[in-house]
């Protein structure tokens, strides 16, 4: 099992950045996949970022390409949200995830086993 620990969220106005992290507990954070989602104000839990176990792959929500970045530091246990060129609808929690299945990339809530909190992250125009 593992718990998930986000912080990093907060307010920024449109065009800046922030970085969220994630940061795991227990000693097999390398073996589980990592995802950030995320919930915007009335709207369902939607994927934003996924990346494989030793970090080599990664896959990203087509509205976040080229503006956001998600890493590991499996060191750490922590996997991080890199969030530039920020815009007010990216206003959302930001969830971390971790799944446990060593092939796969999920890109769905149900693939994903343990969940944070939660961070609120919020850019004002």
């Known amino acids: 099992q593992v718990q998930l620990t986000e912080s990093g969220g907060g307010l920024v106005q449109a065009g800046g950045s922030l970085r969220l992290s994630c940061a795991a507990s227990?000693?097999?954070?390398?073996?589980?996949?990592m995802g950030w989602f995320r919930q915007r104000p009335g709207k369902e839990r939607d994927f934003v970022a996924a990346?494989?176990?030793?970090?080599?792959?990664?896959n990203y929500a087509d509205f976040v390409k080229g503006r956001f970045t998600i890493s590991r530091d499996n060191a750490k246990n922590t996997v991080y949200l890199q969030m530039n060129s920020l815009k007010p609808e990216d206003t959302a929690v930001y969830y971390c995830?971790?799944?446990?299945?060593?092939?796969?990339?999920?890109?769905?809530?149900?693939?994903?086993?343990?969940w944070g909190q939660g961070t609120q992250v919020t850019v004002s125009s």
């Open positions: 227990g000693r097999t954070f390398s073996s589980y996949s």
């Open positions: 995830a971790a799944d446990s299945d060593s092939v796969r990339l999920g890109v769905t809530i149900r693939a994903y086993d343990y």
């Open positions: 990346i494989s176990q030793r970090g080599g792959v990664t």
